[in-house]
């Protein structure tokens, strides 16, 4: 089955910095590669997401590639602000959904 | 997101005995997932439904089932609970044929004592 690693773990960056965390994918039939935001607490929420039919997407100060031939991606957050605070999963879907671990990401005012 | 309720939102239990955790969405998605959430592995697929008949295992689907019900409604059963089974259990829902999406519901919080 589809395996997805993700680093860094943990990511500590100032208020203003951007904050970039890389997914890896075992399945190259994967199609589909969403990125979600937890706050404690809370229920995974989607912020962005890109189909295996596009290199780059982008939502304000979020943007996510995808190198399929790699089969890694990445989530770029630019000009961070406190409330970016919070734990991110990635995940690579066929048919079932496979999330990694999580990236805690701690940005400091 | 209202349209994906789960209960009960927390339950303590003893080791041995039987839970129901239930799930229901007004979303009219036929895909139905839940997941279990342990501190440090992100979130890990129990079984997921693709329609009221097809069921399906996921990653760590030993020690639990499932029903679904109708097409709103997916049960999570722990026939008997061990404290290894104490985590955050989601349920979520989507629609392939629109997004893909995944829609989680609150969570339930599961301490087996």
């Known amino acids: 089955g589809e395996n997805v690693e993700q680093h860094p773990s943990t990511l500590s960056v100032q208020e203003g910095d951007s904050a970039v965390i890389k997914c890896t994918y075992s399945d190259s039939a994967s199609n589909y590669f969403p990125w979600y935001k937890q706050e404690l607490g809370k229920r995974p929420q989607l912020i962005i997401d890109i189909r295996s039919n596009v290199g780059e997407k982008k939502d304000q100060r979020i943007a996510v590639t995808l190198n399929k031939t790699a089969k890694h991606f990445s989530l770029h957050i630019t000009e961070t602000q406190p409330e970016d605070s919070a734990v991110y999963f990635c995940a690579a879907s066929r048919e079932d959904m496979r999330f990694g671990a999580g990236t805690r990401l701690t940005v400091k005012p | 997101d209202a349209d994906v309720t789960q209960t009960p939102r927390n339950r303590i239990t003893k080791t041995g005995k039987r839970i129901m955790l239930e799930c229901s969405q007004t979303k009219g998605h036929d895909r139905m997932y839940w997941y279990r959430q342990d501190p440090g592995l992100g979130l890990q697929l129990i079984y997921y439904s693709f329609d009221v008949k097809d069921i399906n295992k996921g990653e760590i689907s030993d020690g639990y089932s499932v029903s679904r019900q109708a097409q709103a409604k997916f049960s999570l059963s722990l026939e008997s609970a061990i404290p290894n089974q104490t985590a955050l259990y989601f349920c979520?829902?989507?629609?392939?044929?629109?997004?893909?999406?995944?829609?989680f519901g609150p969570g339930t919080r599961l301490t087996v004592l």
């Open positions: 979520a829902t989507s629609d392939p044929w629109y997004e893909d999406t995944q829609y």
